[in-house]
């Protein structure tokens, strides 16, 4: 700004001179002066207008800064108050610096602190949808429990009705069991009897049978004295009754010699032996060797067995089976007579799971009606006319009676005019 000078008339004093001149230097103080102050006036207000923009700036900064624009108004005339206004400007700069620091501190930390949010809001949608899986397992569950439990209910109601049955079959078996024991009293009494009455008869059939021995040895001596010395002198028809009544003495004869095996089969002592069944059977073929040759018969023999038997009687039940099938052979077909042994399990009903021999003779004779299947085994039973097939009908009771004796089984089937068998199951042990 360029100096205007001002001339003064010379009229004027001095002083009035001096005046002049100290209220033009005065005006151009206030000019300079005026400057700065506007100045300050345009800075205060970009100041106003900063701690404006800063929102979270506190009330006393507020304060500050209005004092700030008092102090720049009054900047004129209060120079050391404006010294100690731009002083305080300072401290609010520095602590507004500072502020500012520990905004950005803040921000810094609510930055993290949104990671760390975001990150457990995730963790949370994880653990709702973990949350809303498990739910639907446990109404999953809880309806399976429904189920388990109705079910429970219901069986329940049925172990409660089987409890009540298995009452009443318990009370039911009382009855039963104690049924059962009289029932055993009675059958060991009648076991008793029977023990007592068989002991009785098997005495009674082998002292009859050893007493009727001479009579009928008499008998036939004096009926073969009387053929063989008085022949030429008996009629025709004297010479048939004494057929007749060799005849019916031979008859006696095997009567009686059965009945004797008969009564053996229980009397004789059972002494098992450890022996291979074809060593008895082969003896037994042996024995027969003249009747089988006789017979032109054809013996097939298969299998091998070994069984803990009573050899004596072992082999009088193969002899008889085997003199049975040669004996009721037919003319028009050659005897065929078919013993096979194996190792087996019966097939009745009642019988245990142990091992068994299994020993099947089958022929091609005569047979005889299925309906007689069982009485075969009974004593004195001939099922065939006595004249053409010859016998006393207690072949087949001593047969079974042995088997007895073995703890086994025979059973016997057939079909008239298409041969019988016989299958026998001896225990192995």
Do not use: W
């Not at 400057?35 to 900063?50: F, T, V, Y």
């Not at 059962?180 to 049978?209: D, G, H, P, V, W």
Request: charged share 30%; proline share 2%.
């Amino acid at each position: 700004m360029g100096k205007k000078k001002i001339i003064l008339p010379d009229t004027v004093t001095f002083q009035e001179r001096n005046k002049a001149n100290h209220n033009d230097e005065l005006l151009l103080v206030n000019k300079r002066l005026a400057q700065p102050i506007e100045d300050r006036k345009k800075r205060a207000a970009e100041l106003i207008i900063a701690n404006t923009e800063l929102a979270f700036q506190n009330k006393e900064k507020e304060n500050r800064a209005a004092e700030l624009v008092i102090a720049n108004a009054e900047l004129a005339y209060q120079n050391q108050e404006k010294e100690n206004r731009a002083a305080e400007l300072v401290i609010a700069n520095t602590e507004l610096t500072f502020q500012n620091k520990e905004k950005e501190n803040r921000a810094a930390e609510l930055v993290i602190a949104n990671a760390e949010l975001a990150y457990q809001n995730q963790e949370k949608e994880n653990r709702a949808a973990e949350l809303a899986i498990a739910n639907k397992e446990l109404t999953f569950q809880n309806k399976e429990k429904e189920k388990r439990a109705a079910e429970l209910v219901i069986a329940n109601k049925e172990l409660a009705y089987q409890n009540k049955e298995k009452e009443n079959r318990a009370a039911e078996l009382l009855i039963a069991n104690a049924e059962l024991t009289y029932q055993n009293n009675e059958k060991e009494k009648r076991a008793a009897e029977l023990i007592l009455a068989n002991n009785e008869l098997e005495a009674f059939t082998y002292i009859s049978s050893h007493h009727l021995q001479e009579p009928l040895r008499k008998i036939q001596v004096f009926s073969n004295r009387i053929t063989t010395d008085e022949h030429q002198n008996l009629t025709e028809k004297g010479k048939y009754y004494f057929e007749r009544i060799e005849v019916a003495a031979f008859h006696m004869q095997a009567l009686i010699n059965d009945l004797l095996n008969y009564s053996r089969t229980n009397v004789t002592e059972k002494k098992f032996e450890n022996i291979n069944l074809n060593d008895i059977i082969n003896k037994v073929l042996d024995d027969l060797k003249e009747e089988i040759i006789a017979k032109k018969a054809v013996i097939e023999l298969s299998g091998s067995c070994t069984a803990f038997i009573i050899p004596s009687q072992f082999h009088q039940l193969i002899c008889n089976l085997v003199s049975n099938s040669l004996k009721f052979s037919t003319k028009e077909k050659t005897p065929h007579i078919i013993i096979e042994s194996i190792y087996t399990k019966p097939k009745k009903k009642n019988s245990t799971s142990a091992d068994y021999c299994h020993i099947k003779i089958s022929d091609n004779g005569i047979g005889f009606e299925p309906e007689f299947e069982s009485r075969v085994f009974e004593m004195f039973q001939q099922l065939n006319n006595k004249t053409d097939y010859k016998g006393t009908g207690i072949g087949l009771a001593i047969a079974k009676k042995i088997v007895e004796n073995h703890n086994g089984i025979i059973t016997a089937t057939g079909k008239l005019g298409h041969g019988a068998k016989f299958d026998i199951y001896i225990p192995v042990l």
